[in-house]
């Protein structure tokens, strides 16, 4: 790798340290039979850690360069298949029909820069996850952990709280990486909630979401004008909260509450 340049465009920052990678792996408590995806496996520093225990390794990787590197770092393991393709652009249900597994994890350093369309992707497949280990920008673990009233909480926040229950595993320093990132980083684990809030629709939930999010500082009222701010009002009363809320403030049921009872 010395001669190697590293795209920042890409996310390239890889991991050295392997007492981290191994307490990444760990993390996921992968059991017998199962199938890992990991995306960006890089030098394969991680795959490797992954490949020890989990029957197979699915990984997907942009950069076709890094082929040879990780023929050379992977020779030894033989239950890992790379993709060279853009994760956001695969049909993960399709590449993952071929495998027989009992259980599905999901293990990554995330390239920073797409960790939310990553994310989406993820819930958007609908994939029966056991776990989902990532390392994010530490700054972006706080947002997707943060709870109502926190200057963090987004409609990221509200929209992964309403499928998984998350939980902070540790930090990594920005020193455990090359090239050094300019960012400490963290790990979090993900398992998708049992009993989800019903919801007539995912899609309307997304929007309103985004929509009482749209201008930080302002009033529910002025970020959903274009709903019927009547039955807004009457839903926010319910709960002791008004028209004059800002959306960091209201949690996870009373939206879900408001997307299936306005149109
Ligand atoms: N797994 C290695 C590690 O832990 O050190 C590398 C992680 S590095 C933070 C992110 C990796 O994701 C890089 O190898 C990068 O080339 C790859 N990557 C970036 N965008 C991608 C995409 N859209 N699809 C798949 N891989 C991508």
Do not use: W
Not at 89 to 104: A, G, Q, V, W
Not at 193 to 206: P, Q, T, Y
């Amino acid at each position: 790798m010395n001669d190697f340049n590293y795209k920042k465009s890409l996310g390239q920052n890889f991991l050295q340290d392997k007492n981290i990678l191994e307490n990444i792996v760990k993390c996921a408590n992968i059991t017998d039979n199962a199938l890992t995806i990991e995306i960006g496996p890089g030098s394969g520093n991680l795959t490797k850690e992954i490949a020890k225990v989990s029957k197979q390794v699915l990984c997907y990787e942009i950069d076709e360069r890094l082929e040879m590197v990780l023929d050379d770092s992977l020779k030894e393991y033989h239950n890992i298949n790379i993709i060279f393709a853009d994760f956001l652009k695969r049909d993960i249900n399709s590449d993952i029909s071929k495998y027989e597994y009992d259980n599905l994890y999901l293990v990554a350093n995330l390239p920073y820069y797409i960790t939310t369309p990553i994310i989406e992707k993820i819930i958007a497949t609908n994939l029966p996850f056991k776990k989902i280990v990532i390392m994010i920008q530490k700054e972006v673990g706080e947002r997707f952990n943060a709870k109502p009233g926190m200057k963090e909480y987004n409609s990221l926040t509200v929209y992964l709280n309403y499928y998984f229950n998350l939980k902070k595993e540790f930090i990594v320093s920005r020193n455990c990486f090359i090239p050094k990132p300019n960012v400490d980083s963290i790990v979090i684990s993900l398992e998708k909630k049992k009993d989800l809030l019903a919801l007539k629709s995912i899609d309307k939930f997304n929007k309103l979401l985004k929509d009482s999010f749209k201008f930080k500082r302002k009033t529910i009222k002025n970020n959903l004008k274009n709903y019927d701010l009547t039955k807004v009002e009457e839903i926010l009363t319910k709960y002791n909260f008004n028209l004059n809320t800002r959306a960091e403030e209201i949690p996870l049921e009373v939206f879900v509450e408001l997307a299936n009872n306005l149109n």
